[in-house]
């Protein structure tokens, strides 16, 4: 029955605070994750424990982990349904990743897509964090039996990895770890950035105009999307050939619920101008209410406060109830 949380299916998911939520993030993950609150049990975090891997201002850490845990609020997660809280408040998860991590083979991290491209943007002095991170991700959804990690197509790899320590373990030892499955939505799996389609949409870009933030005011927003690069053929058509036009018809049927082919025919023998103007309006229009609502919770830090504790109190008792059943398998003595 609904009312009993065992018996619904698990959802684990997470967010860096590595910087502010781009459009990626929103469309790519977070929407999915309102969506699915009422039909599974979820915990959704924010992982700053991840976000370390690269170089963080301490002060930008605190300001971006409690705006996030803000805009999961603004965005619609409702603390009374789901599990709601932040990576570091529970030890298990770096607990059991240094156990995945005694399983995980070196190849199978040098052949992440993510460690390759952040360790060529790194200034030489690569840490062991950025290289072991999948594993912390994949103790992460593990931790919690999740059936199923909703994100986008870049973590697609990550998850395989979490699929594969969990089948690794299982044989090795018993039935321990649910096999999770991703979630990956057909539309808004991979946001492109406004300024070079050909890469994805990332909130630690260095040019702000190559992303819109959920928290950007409606000028920025238009902004933006008149700089956004498309190209000289001239006409709204979902194709390969114009990967910035395709861009921002994905990004306009994710926030108008209309299909591609009516956005399409909407534009029919009209040019970019206008369609730069109207998709800059829709998403401004489309994100104001989120902005209205994480301002509110940003002037009551005690609200925030009470529901990332309420959170960490409930995840420490999912979490600890399978790493110690993890512990006990290796073989380390019980306290
Ligand atoms: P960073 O730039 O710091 O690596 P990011 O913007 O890529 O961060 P993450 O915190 O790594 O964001 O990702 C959070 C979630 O958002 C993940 O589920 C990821 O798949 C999704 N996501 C990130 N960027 C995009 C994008 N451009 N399109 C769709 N989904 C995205
Ligand atoms: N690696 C993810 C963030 C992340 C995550 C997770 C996503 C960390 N742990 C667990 C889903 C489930 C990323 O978006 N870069």
Redesign the pocket.
Known sequence: MAENMDEKKIIF?G??P??AL?I??Y???LKNWVELQDEYNCYYCVVDQHAITVPQEPKMLRKNTLEILAVYLAAGLDPEKCTLFIQSHVPAHAQLSWVLSTMTYMGQLNRMTQFKEKSQKGEGNLNAGLFTYPVLMAADILLYNADLVP?????KQHLELARDLADRFNSRYSDTFTVPDGYIPKL????MSLQEPEK??????EDPNSYILILDDEATIKRKFKRAVTDSIGIVKYTDEQPGIKNLITIYSSFSNMSIEEIEKKYEGKGYGEFKEDIGQLVADSLAPIREKVEYYLDNKDELERIYREGAQKAEKASRRVLSKVYRKVGFIQR
Request: charged share 20%.
């Open positions: 998911s967010i860096q590595s910087g781009t990626g993030n469309l790519g993950s994100v986008g197509e870049d973590q808004g799996a991979r946001i994805k949409m990332s909130k630690s870009a």
